[in-house]
């Protein structure tokens, strides 16, 4: 017989809960749910029926779903038994509610959480592009919503280059190939990246929409900086992603309507831009041809009357020229007749001569000196001579 010391024999027992198969499951009713520090996570697993009792250990941040006593869970993880307290305890490792209450109040909890924190904002949610080049789909390749939304989207508007990720959309699998799927698009340099993604899948009960009720997933779509389109399920069913996606599609062929426009609308939307700039034209050029006219108008009338007073100046003057032209001719006459009576060469005709020094007139003997030349000017002719002599000073001779 072997004799172990306490601790020695807590580790045999350790070791030998290690080998009970991992992929065993555990179900039961949650009890006694407590949180401590914000990372220690406890609670009772009790069987109705066999009065059995089960405590669990885990941490927050194994924590997937939200919670709460009352709650039937299936979780799984490796049993121990705790030296200090001599206490066997499950780690557990996964956890998930089951059955329709359960999952719903679990979702109930969690939409509550997240909403708290803000993620179903209506003012973070992002613009589509209205023709996007290219597009990212989330789902399976063997779901009729990957059949429908290729179609409709085809159908509606063609040339758009679907980049494919093929997830599961339900199971195990589906909560890591789905957030891994939204990191991959996401990392994508700027001209690989689609212009938006889109996450789908068909109709189901809570269960069959779980991995889209995960918060992982939803806050992976949160974080996308990529606009992400929801269409998961038929009309009437929700998810959590619905909420946080920035549209949100009643189901996949809706999520194909919400990503791209109608060849149809987009026609009939370039005919009514063509005759409203067709219209705005014929108003503009009705408009200039009413202005021109107007101007034409109004220089005409202008023109007309800078022609009337032009025809009114020239009666006028016409006119005033014949009752002043008599008088005019009459003046002139009178002028030349004066003129005539003061001409010096009449004066000189009549025996008169002018005298000039310098060929300046001399008007008196004052600007005379003996022995001066002047030219002596007749009717005829003149004569150069000098003087001999200025009156009262001498004789005076003209040579």
Not at 50 to 58: H, S, W
Not at 83 to 105: H, M, S, Y
Not at 192 to 215: I, K, M, Q, S, Y
Not at 273 to 285: N, P, R, T
Request: aromatic content about 8%; glycine content about 8%.
């Amino acid at each position: 017989m072997t004799t172990l010391s306490v601790g020695q024999y807590l580790d045999l027992v350790n070791q030998s809960l290690r080998v009970i198969p991992p992929d065993i499951l555990v179900e039961g009713e949650v009890s006694d749910f407590r949180v401590a520090q914000n990372k220690w996570i406890s609670f009772d697993l009790k069987d109705e029926k066999a009065q059995a009792v089960l405590k669990c250990f885990m941490t927050t941040w194994q924590l997937k779903v939200q919670i709460e006593d009352g709650m039937r869970v299936r979780v799984s993880g490796y049993s121990k038994v705790y030296e200090r307290f001599g206490t066997l305890k499950l780690n557990v490792q996964d956890i998930e509610p089951v059955g329709e209450g359960a999952l719903k109040r679990a979702y109930e909890l969690l939409k509550k959480k997240l909403a708290d924190e803000g993620l179903f904002d209506l003012a973070r949610k992002r613009d589509l592009p209205r023709f996007p080049e290219r597009v990212g789909l989330i789902t399976s390749r063997d779901a009729a919503a990957y059949g429908d939304f290729l179609q409709i989207l085809n159908n509606r508007w063609g040339g758009v280059d679907v980049q494919f990720a093929h997830v599961h959309v339900q199971g195990r699998e589906a909560v890591g190939e789905i957030v891994g799927a939204l990191a991959h698009f996401n990392v994508l340099s700027e001209g690989d990246r689609p212009d938006v993604l889109v996450l789908t899948r068909g109709g189901g009960g809570l269960e069959d929409l779980h991995a889209f009720n995960d918060e992982q997933v939803a806050r992976a779509v949160y974080a996308s900086k990529i606009p992400v389109v929801c269409g998961v399920g038929h009309e009437r069913d929700e998810s959590l992603c619905d909420y946080v996606a920035d549209s949100r599609a009643s189901t996949p062929s809706n999520a194909a309507e919400r990503v791209v426009p109608s060849r149809e609308e987009v026609k009939y939307e370039i005919e009514n831009m063509v005759s409203h700039v067709d219209g705005q034209l014929e108003d503009a050029i009705l408009g200039r041809e009413q202005i021109i006219e107007r101007a034409t108008n109004a220089f005409e009338k202008i023109f007309q009357r800078q022609k009337d007073r032009l025809v009114h100046l020239r009666e006028t003057l016409s006119l005033k020229t014949d009752k002043w032209l008599p008088w005019f001719r009459e003046r002139v006459n009178d002028v030349e007749r004066l003129l005539r009576q003061v001409d010096p060469t009449r004066v000189l005709a009549r025996g008169y001569s002018i005298v000039k020094v310098g060929g300046k007139v001399v008007r008196g003997v004052a600007s005379l000196e003996v022995g001066s030349e002047i030219a002596v000017q007749f009717a005829a002719g003149s004569a150069d001579a000098r003087v001999c002599r200025i009156n009262g000073r001498g004789q005076q001779r003209f040579v």
